[in-house]
């Protein structure tokens, strides 16, 4: 691949074959590159749905090429035409290939002149993987619908005409009708004191991936927390994120400290409805959050360092493939303990590590050779699929094994310059392996050797030497826990009035997966578990619950599977209940009611559950 010609990119040369690369994706960068997406939407509460004009402006590759070859998934084309100079237009003819389940429809625009723009129009479905349309009802203050976009992986291209791969970097403009009274927001820079009039445009100056293009609209307020930062929420929810966000700014300054300047300007949050199907999504300029953080004393305020942290490593540099995506969440999960060291003490950032560490230990000898690897085959690898605990938490425990071993001071000096060198640009795991070895592993010789570096990127499981953090309040925890099972100390004696959030997951965590019934029930009594506020421990708490057969628990699980759609947080408790064909089908109960008000992404995880479930039976 290496002797193949390149394209230049600042100081990173790619060649051309590790852009055209991409199985998730139909896109041909290598005969033809996006560069600039000109937006015009408007919104359809009613119908569900956007009408849009995506122009694109073009850059050839091959003087050869006879086609512009896009990713669309459920769109509607009203016409295609190439764009003049002079603003004219002329018609192209096109071809919308049959719809692949997972990758969509392959649109083929003739366009053997080369045309320097070609305009789409197009009506996206009401079932738009990348969209979710909410109903007053389905909102906090049941009084105007919502709509927000989920790109993250290949979704974008439900709600967009694009190159819907990472490797392709584009800078947008974007002009957005909606109702009036309805503010619309995307991921760019926005302004707090828009009036709600209908009509709003947005500018990204910086090149981004089509992941991370993002647009949310609804009854939401504004509240400044920093020069440079603001929570956006419905308005009965945004003082109380304000509140939970306060600490942005110290957040955003500790990592400029670490890692050099933020360069994207402004950093707000969105905070969404509950249905939201992940924690956080780190959209450039807007960070959509879930509210299941919410809980008052900040304790989970850390999926605000982890999105911020993207900022520097996945926003400013980008895997150029889902096979690659570890380089975006492994080194974000990285900069988030160090940005939670830094404003909230140490102790909570290795429990935090610890937490994450101890679930992968658990979990990864369960997953397919591949899937254990940071850079995996990518064949059989879906999109979606790559963002497992692997990515994330092997990959965090990566770099902090480099930490160990190369000393803070020496391990900060090269990922700052590693974010510098490759700012807002897309690379492969091999590409920054090529930049690892001589600017860290060879300038420090005997340290660490490459054998050990390739045994973490591509060997399966966990290194044996992989370091753990200390936690006294952990091993604490352990000694209780092993006491509380063996029968030695009543539930009601656990020293737990004081533990923390992270705490009571990890109690949680290393419970047996089916623990005694009456155990269960002892605990309950002296602790409350059931109806908790609290998001995380309630999965938890459910999740061994059932497991143990309490069906006490079923209808405040019930509640809690109905009122969240964060995949997290909901489908282990679908799982627990499957198990069982009495739970299998009080499951099913619960998801006809709850339906309505998830993601399609959740929807499709819970069908998927399901089904599994029944056809094991």
Known sequence: MRFLPALAFGTLVLPLAALANDPNSYAQPDQVRVTHL?????????HKQLDGQATLKLDWQNPQAQSLVLDT?????????????????????????????????????????????????????????????????????KKAPFMFSQSESI???????????????????AHVTAP?????????????????????????????????????????????TGPRSAVYAEPSVVAKAAHEFEDTEKMIATTEQLYGPYRWGRYDILVLPPSFPYGGMENPNMTFATPTVLVGDKSLVSLVAHELAHSWSGNLITAASWRDIWLNEGFTTYVQGRITEAVYGKPLADEEA???????????????????????????????????????????????????????????????????????????????????????IDKYPGKMGWDEVQAWVYGTGIPKDAPLPDSPRFDAIDKERRAFLAGSLAADKLDAKGWSTQEWMYFLDRLPDAPPLAKMQQLDAAWHLTGTPNAEIGMRWYSHAIAAGDKAVWPAAAEHMIRIGRLY???????????????LAYAEQVYAKARAGYHPLTQQAVESILAKAKKAK
Request: net charge neutral; aromatic share 10%; glycine share 6%.
């Open 354 to 440: 610890l937490l994450s560490a101890r679930a992968l230990q658990k979990g990864i000898a369960a997953m397919p050779a591949n899937a254990q690897k940071l850079a995996p085959d990518p064949r059989g690898v879906g999109a979606d699929d790559s963002l497992s605990d692997v990515a994330y938490d092997k990959g965090s425990w990566f770099l902090r094994t480099l930490e160990q071993r190369f000393g803070r001071a020496d391990f900060d000096a090269y990922l700052k310059g590693y974010f510098d060198h490759f700012a807002f640009q897309s690379i492969t795991t091999e590409t920054m392996l090529d930049y690892l070895k001589p600017n860290l």
């Open 569 to 583: 947080l909901t489908t282990p408790l679908y799982k627990a209940f499957a198990k069982t064909p009495e739970g």
């Open 180 to 224: 009036k009274d309805i503010r619309v927001v995307m991921s760019a820079i926005n302004d707090a004191k828009h009036p709600l009039n209908g009509d709003f445009t947005f500018r990204q100056p910086h090149p981004i991936p089509s992941y991370l293009l993002a647009i949310g609209a609804g009854d939401i307020a504004v509240k400044e």
């Open 73 to 141: 998934r459920d769109l509607k084309i009203a016409k295609v035409e190439a764009v003049g100079s002079d603003g004219g237009t002329t018609p192209l003819k096109y071809a919308l290939s049959p719809r692949d389940k997972e990758l969509g429809s392959k649109l083929t625009i003739a366009a053997p002149k080369h045309p320097s723009q070609v305009r789409i129009v197009y009506t996206t479905s009401p079932g738009a993987s990348g969209l979710q349309w909410l109903t007053p009802a389905q909102t906090a203050d």
């Open 38 to 46: 000109d937006l015009n939407l408007d919104i359809d509460f009613p």
């Open 155 to 173: 979704h974008a291209r439900s709600w967009v005409p694009l190159q819907d791969s990472p490797a392709i970097r584009f800078t947008y403009d």
